[in-house]
């Protein structure tokens, strides 16, 4: 490996593998005697699409380029200046930041983790001698934003709104002012026309009838405003939660399996409905008492001073008790209503257990089993409550007390005021008026402390996932998948569940239109490496290509449109026998989906059914029987006509009858195409063109079945075993137990 130039006085070797217009460009920016310490090939850009950039550390300065070479930026070494790294769901993330803000952030996959970590150590060695600890210091993490900031993060959905948002906000505006009309009135009412007729003044009615016209007018006035306020902002506020639902709901479509592994059905479940329904309700109702509240209290306090300023300074005089003390409540509610969000999860959870898995409890006895579970998760929700609602019940009289003893100060201020002749009756009954209607909004503002932090601990677990990267991205520049061949291509491919490695320096060549057989005991990475093909992850390490291109460079929907894939446990989804047949040709003619279910020899039981296939097959296809569902998962599969073949274990769970039945139907289904079959039944492989047999992540034996017997290798062994029906022992890793089960080892991952 050679440096950037002959001359060139490097600390360490040119990045191996840059294109020479990248090496060209770093060579041209470099000053004199300017040393390389590290660098970083990054994978991914800002988008998470795939894109190539360079990162370099110097003795001087970090040195950045994104897709264009020749576009750089630059920052001198500082001593505030800090690097953070992070491994977020497979994508790692380097972070250069100062005492003030983050100056840049660069994407890669966790195939360039090494080059990262080299690159982080290079960093942390230069500054050793300065600080003797700093290698042995933790990797500080970014800040995390305040809790409450996750509501303004709302504005994102909200901005598309922005001209109705804006009339609303006038509307509230206009309807606060009409609203504060009424009391003003009250005191030309008072000290012209009651006070002077108590004196023997006759009443004069035109006077009397101009005043309460204006206080009709004004109510009217603040009615039709308010209406249509309400109306505009609860049709925004429906329109962005709909928002926040697609969009959270797309998000975690785009998100890998990797993902998914680690959460629970009916958490996320909670996420996508009761909060999004959480913050909608506080979008319509909530905020917009708070936006009125808040101006009614502004307003109302411009007015009581415009009228007497020492009046109104004894009226105001609770105020600042009053809103510490939110302040003080607001961040115990947060905390309490998140530790109660956490809790509501977990009875969803149980829930999304027990009702889709129901045959599984009673066929075991275990009704009295699930109910202890659903009870210790609602006694656990209701302690959480209590202890919230003790707070809640302390703090909202308290708020009516100090509202109350305010309303008692400027009765007594004000009869002093009027005994002293400083105020007219009139003024003070305008002041009571207004100071009412102050601290009946002070008090609504108090109480929606509550609704608010409800709310924001909805957004946060909301954005925590729309916050989430996935480990497989999509390429900056797709490369069209046309006329697929069908030739996969394994190089040194390696793969690792979090810590644990799995797939270990992997290589395979697959030829357009061969059967290849995975065998091996669980654990030993057969699914896996399917996982990898079909790009459900993406490879630690090497490289898988079809017809010569590595597939990352494919947009992941139009590579996986070329990929059939058969489960061992067929998922069929709720609705018709025929939708479940089309659901990956949504616009399949019915001809054409009697002809797939007649290749994968399911038509004849489907027209047993009561409605042929208009017959519903229930949630998850219990309404079928399981050789029934696997019939039709391949009927769907052959309706996609894939050019590669992924069947894993789709045989393994039926009885010998439909096993054959089944065995006909991936004859007609792998006729043509690039299969790749993984089977714990050997015989079900006997055909194929080469068995390929796994061993903890490594390829120990490849060959047709008769070769492999002739060997008396792993294959045979496990041969053996299947026909003694025991589990083979030997010195090289045979073991069943000892190999583990690659679920658990996703599990422990996680």
């Given amino acids: 490996m050679q440096g950037l130039s002959p001359d060139s006085s490097l600390a360490v ?32 850009d800002h988008r998470l699409c795939y894109s190539e950039g360079l990162v370099v550390l110097t003795d001087r300065r970090w040195l950045a380029c994104g897709s264009d070479p ?14 953070r790294q992070q491994d977020h769901a497979g994508v790692g993330s380097l972070e250069l930041a100062d005492s003030h803000t983050r100056l840049a952030r660069w994407r890669y996959t966790l195939e360039r983790q090494p080059e990262a970590q080299r690159l982080v150590a290079a960093w942390q060695g230069l500054h050793e001698p300065a600080h003797s600890d700093a290698a042995e210091a933790p990797t500080v993490p970014a800040p995390a934003a305040p809790r409450a900031s996750a509501l303004f993060r709302l504005w994102r959905f909200a901005r598309p709104y922005g001209r109705q948002l804006a009339a609303g906000l006038a509307l509230t505006l206009a309807a606060t002012a009409a609203s504060l ?38 109510s009217i ?20 939660g709909a928002d926040l639902r ?8 785009q ?47 411009i007015v009581l001073l415009t009228i007497d300023p020492l009046l109104a300074l004894a009226t105001l005089a609770p105020l600042p008790l009053i809103l510490w003390m939110i302040h003080w409540v607001r961040d115990r509610l947060r905390h309490g209503f998140e530790k109660a969000d956490r809790v509501w999860s977990d009875i969803t959870n149980v829930l999304a257990d027990t009702i889709p898995g129901i045959r599984v409890v009673k066929a075991f006895a275990q009704e009295r089993r699930e109910v202890a579970r659903f009870r210790e998760a609602n006694d656990r929700n209701l302690a959480i409550n209590d202890r919230v609602n003790a707070l809640w019940a302390l703090f909202t009289p308290t708020i009516t007390l100090l509202t109350e003893l305010g309303l008692l100060v400027v009765w007594v201020f004000g009869i002093w005021l009027v005994s002293r002749n400083s105020i007219s009756v009139g003024v003070l009954t305008a002041f009571l008026a207004y100071i009412s209607r102050f601290y009946v909004r002070l008090d609504s503002m108090s109480r929606i402390v509550s609704t608010t932090q409800r709310a924001a601990a909805g957004a946060k677990r909301i954005f925590d996932i729309l916050d989430h990267v996935s480990s497989v991205p999509e390429p900056a520049t797709p490369h069209r998948a046309e006329r697929i061949q069908g030739r996969i291509d394994l190089s040194h491919v390696s793969f690792r569940y979090g810590s644990r490695t799995v797939i270990h320096d992997l290589s395979l060549d697959i030829a357009p239109g061969e059967m290849v057989g995975l065998v091996g005991h669980s654990g030993s990475g057969k699914s896996t490496l399917v996982n990898l093909i079909c790009r459900f992850y993406d490879v630690s390490g090497g490289s898988i290509r079809l017809d010569g291109t590595d597939i990352r460079r494919y947009a992941i929907a139009d590579y996986r ?28 003619s019915r001809a054409e989906i009697v002809a797939a279910a007649r290749a994968a020899h399911a038509h004849e039981f489907i027209l047993r059914l009561p409605h042929g296939y208009d017959s519903l097959v229930g949630e998850r296809g219990q309404a079928l029987s399981g050789g029934e569902r696997q019939r039709i998962s391949i009927a769907r599969a052959l309706l996609i006509d894939p050019p590669i073949l992924i069947l894993d274990e789709a045989t393994s769970s039926v009885d010998t009858t439909t096993e054959n039945e089944i065995q006909k139907a991936l004859d007609n289904l792998v006729r043509g195409r690039t299969t790749i079959s993984i089977a714990h039944r050997l015989s079900t492989l006997r055909e194929a063109d080469r068995l390929v047999v796994m061993d903890r ?24 075993a299947q026909l003694q029906g025991q589990s083979p022992m030997d010195p090289t890793g045979w073991d069943g137990d000892e190999a583990g089960d690659e679920a658990e080892e996703t599990s422990d991952a996680h």
């Fill in 221 to 240: 006035l603040a009615w039709g405003l308010g209406w249509a306020r309400s109306a505009i902002l609860a049709w925004v506020s429906e329109r962005i």
């Fill in 70 to 83: 020749q576009a750089s930026r630059s920052w001198p070494l500082r001593p505030d200046l800090e690097i």
């Fill in 181 to 218: 009309v009424p009391p003003y009135l009250t005191m030309p009412l008072m000290d012209d026309v009651l006070i002077p007729f108590q004196n023997g003044t006759p009443i004069d009615y035109r006077l009397v009838s101009f005043y309460l016209g204006g206080l009709l007018a004004s």
């Fill in 255 to 301: 998100l890998s399996l990797q993902y998914f592994g680690g959460k629970r059905t009916g958490d996320l479940i909670a996420r996508i409905g009761s909060e999004s329904d959480r913050i909608c309700l506080f979008l319509s109702l909530h905020l917009l008492d708070f936006v009125t509240d808040v101006l009614m209290i502004a307003m109302t306090a």
């Fill in 697 to 720: 992540g490594r390829i120990v034996e490849i060959g047709r079945h008769e070769d492999l017997l002739a060997r008396d290798g792993a294959y045979a062994r496990l041969h053996r």
């Fill in 561 to 588: 449109r070329h990929i059939g894939l058969v489960l061992q446990e067929p998922f069929l989804f709720y609705g018709t026998v025929a939708e479940n047949i089309a659901y990956g040709r949504p616009d399949a």
């Fill in 13 to 44: 070797p040119c990045p191996p593998g840059l294109p020479e217009p990248w090496r060209t460009a770093l060579v041209s920016q470099l000053a004199a005697g300017e040393r390389i310490l590290g660098w970083l090939r990054t994978d991914l």
């Fill in 246 to 253: 697609t969009a959270t709901y797309q998000h975690l479509q």
